[in-house]
T-cell receptor
Framework: GQQLNQSPQSMFIQEGEDVSMNCTSS?????WLWYKQDPGEGPVLLIA?????ELTSNGRLTAQFGITRKDSFLNISASIPSDVGIYFC??????????FGKGTRLSVIA | ETGVTQTPRHLVMGMTNKKSLKCEQH?????MYWYKQSAKKPLELMFV???????ENNSVPSRFSPECPNSSHLFLHLHTLQPEDSALYLC????????????FGPGTRLTVL
């Protein structure tokens, strides 16, 4: 089945630093989503991308739908302690179910 | 608060027990999902319901039995589970089963002894 490679698996950063993470797929996707999961909670949708090349922001978060349609990037600017959590990418090709990455665990050191 | 609630939040059960997980969505969505989340693995889709009909069943063992009595409620009935079934079980909903923007509940942390 389809698989997503999400990297890095984990990150330790200083408060105030910018963060970048990405997701790649072996297939062409027509949708990319980014979720954040806090400890003890379910994933919460951050950003949805529907067109190749699309760049969308949500506060300090910016995500891009790669031109090749096989990748997506999430950037967080000026990280703060509450950014801690696991960030998941998810994508879909055609009408198939959403496929999720394994997540990037972000730790912020104050 | 995503509009999707799950109960119980935590459950410990023996392998011979029967228990049920409950999910309720207050978003007026028509599709509901069960996912299994295990450590260091991607979210695994288990079941999809659209307008109370099952549209997806990803080769899930029969010891997991879903039930969708209406578009707002989804259950996962558990029977004779195995320790490897211990995981976080997440419920989600979306506008319809082709909808991509899924809203997740907080999950039920299940431990099978």
């Amino acid at each position: 089945g389809q698989q997503l490679n999400q990297s890095p698996q984990s990150m330790f950063i200083q408060e105030g630093e910018d963060v970048s993470m990405n997701c790649t797929s072996s297939s062409i996707f027509n949708t990319w989503l980014w979720y954040k999961q806090d400890p003890g909670e379910g994933p919460v949708l951050l950003i949805a991308l529907y067109k190749a090349g699309e760049l969308t922001s949500n506060g300090r978060l910016t995500a891009q739908f790669g031109i090749t349609r096989k990748d997506s990037f999430l950037n967080i600017s000026a990280s703060i302690p509450s950014d801690v959590g696991i960030y998941f990418c998810a994508g879909r090709a055609g009408n198939t179910p959403l496929v999720f990455g394994k997540g990037t665990r972000l730790s912020v050191i104050a | 608060e995503t509009g999707v609630t799950q109960t119980p939040r935590h459950l410990v059960m023996g392998m011979t027990n029967k228990k049920s997980l409950k999910c309720e969505q207050h978003l007026g969505h028509n599709a509901m999902y069960w996912y299994k989340q295990s450590a260091k693995k991607p979210l695994e889709l288990m079941f999809v319901y659209s307008l109370e009909e099952r549209v997806e069943n990803n080769s899930v063992p029969s010891r997991f039995s879903p039930e969708c009595p209406n578009s707002s409620h989804l259950f996962l009935h558990l029977h004779t589970l195995q320790p490897e079934d211990s995981a976080l079980y997440l419920c989600a909903s979306s506008q319809d089963h082709t909808g991509l923007e899924q809203f997740f509940g907080p999950g039920t942390r299940l431990t099978v002894l």
